[in-house]
């Protein structure tokens, strides 16, 4: 994977109102081709490749659904099964586990 061809926004708007819905000191979410980071500087976030592992993984997600049926289908995921069995969240998380490995 290459870092520089990831769009990131630092100070993102998105990923603060995460950060307090989630009540986490720290977010990076992805919407659409890019990873919005909040609490997090981008270089701390490319320094843990499993992190940038995961959120790749939900770029992928993105352009293989596209945009909105993404949205919608992890909404659905997200009711039915709640965030750690979502299947887009256990795909990520397998993500990272492929990167140890190597
Ligand atoms: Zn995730």
Do not use: P
């Not at 990131?8 to 977010?27: K, P």
């Not at 979410?29 to 997090?40: E, P, R």
């Not at 270089?43 to 997600?61: D, K, P």
């Not at 995921?77 to 979502?86: I, P, Q």
Request: hydrophobic share 45%; net charge positive.
């Amino acid at each position: 994977m290459k870092f520089n061809e990831i769009k990131i926004v630092e100070n993102s708007w998105f990923a603060r109102l995460a950060r307090l819905v989630l009540r986490t000191d720290n977010v990076a979410m992805v919407l659409g081709k890019a990873i919005h980071l909040s609490g997090v500087k981008k270089e701390a976030f490319l320094r843990n490749q499993a992190w940038v592992a995961h959120e790749h993984c939900h770029l992928q997600q993105f352009k293989k659904y596209g945009f909105f049926r993404f949205l919608w289908l992890y909404l659905i995921e997200s009711m039915k099964v709640g965030y750690y069995h979502n299947k887009f969240e256990v795909e990520a998380r397998l993500a990272e586990k492929t990167l140890d490995a190597k």
